[in-house]
């Protein structure tokens, strides 16, 4: 072992599919992206979706700071924020945990609990909604919408699921339209009670689930539904709000 090496002791959690790698921020490096990127690797380093950095706060329990697999810092992940929630109620009694996000202070209250598994009632605020636009691409125009709960999102109904959906949803969400980069869904509808839905994040990764972006779902079901004529529902909205956790060093 070399003699400046420092180990950083971390709390890996789950949470619909989503894992993360949660740090006390006093073990934070000079280079927070660089040092997240080598983190996330899941070939030559832990391996997570993204990693929560967790720092002191006046005005909530802790502050979460965020970072993507491509070291860029996101706003909010609802499920990093209840993972979050669920390492700090490890930590200690409680029923409600407050913190502090990059889309602002977000409550979250423990439901239930079982060993190491928690489930979290958390008020996200309102989503945001904005109104259809187009995006010239490579491989032609797409139409979406645009939704946020502090991390903005780009919706696309398709009628199927190509075989290089990745490639142009990551085409997607580096458009110059969008700054920082955006996350993309692919959504299918796939009857008049049912929708299918792909997620890519910004950081060009495929994802299990958005939980921002489901809780747009009831503005995005009257889109949905012009184009079925139905109020169709989205399946991963009854996945448990739950969060798993198991400690690592």
Same mark, same amino acid.
């Given at each position: ?20 790698? =949660? ?23 832990? $391996? ?7 720092? !002191?706060? !006046? ?11 491509d $070291?860029?810092?996101?706003e ?17 009694e409680?029923?409600k ?7 602002? /202070? ?10 190491? %598994?928690?489930?979290f ?6 989503? %945001? =909604? ?19 709960? $502090?991390?903005?999102?780009?919706? /696309?109904?398709?009628?199927?699921? $190509?075989?290089?959906w %990745?490639?142009?949803?990551a ?16 959504v299918v ?22 939980n ?9 079901r009257s #889109?949905?539904?012009?184009?079925q004529?139905?109020n169709?529902? =989205? ?6 709000? #739950?969060?798993?956790f198991s400690?690592?060093?």
């Amino acid at each position: 072992m070399s003699p400046d090496f420092t180990a950083i002791p971390f709390v890996k959690a789950s949470a619909c599919g989503n894992d993360f790698l =949660i740090i006390d921020g006093m073990h934070v490096p000079a280079d927070i992206a660089a040092f997240s990127r080598r983190l996330w690797d899941r070939h030559k380093g832990v $391996g997570a979706d993204g990693v929560e950095w967790l720092f !002191q706060a !006046q005005d909530a329990d802790v502050r979460a700071r965020l970072f993507n697999a491509d $070291g860029s810092e996101a706003e909010i992940s609802g499920n990093g924020t209840r993972c979050v929630a669920a390492y700090l109620c490890s930590e200690r009694e409680g029923e409600k945990v407050v913190i502090r996000t990059g889309a602002g /202070v977000k409550t979250c209250t423990l439901t239930s609990r079982s060993e190491t %598994q928690y489930e979290f009632e958390i008020a996200m605020g309102e989503p %945001q =909604i904005g109104d259809e636009f187009f995006l010239k691409l490579a491989f032609g125009e797409v139409c979406g919408i645009p939704v946020s709960m $502090g991390n903005p999102h780009y919706v /696309v109904f398709v009628n199927e699921f $190509g075989p290089g959906w %990745q490639a142009e949803a990551a085409e997607i969400g580096r458009h110059h339209d969008f700054k920082y980069g955006i996350n993309v869904e692919l959504v299918v509808v796939k009857d008049k009670n049912n929708v299918e839905a792909r997620f890519f994040d910004s950081s060009a990764v495929e994802s299990f689930s958005f939980n921002i972006a489901s809780r747009c779902r009831p503005s995005l079901r009257s #889109r949905a539904s012009s184009r079925q004529r139905s109020n169709p529902a =989205i399946p991963w909205e009854s996945w448990p709000r #739950r969060a798993t956790f198991s400690a690592s060093c």
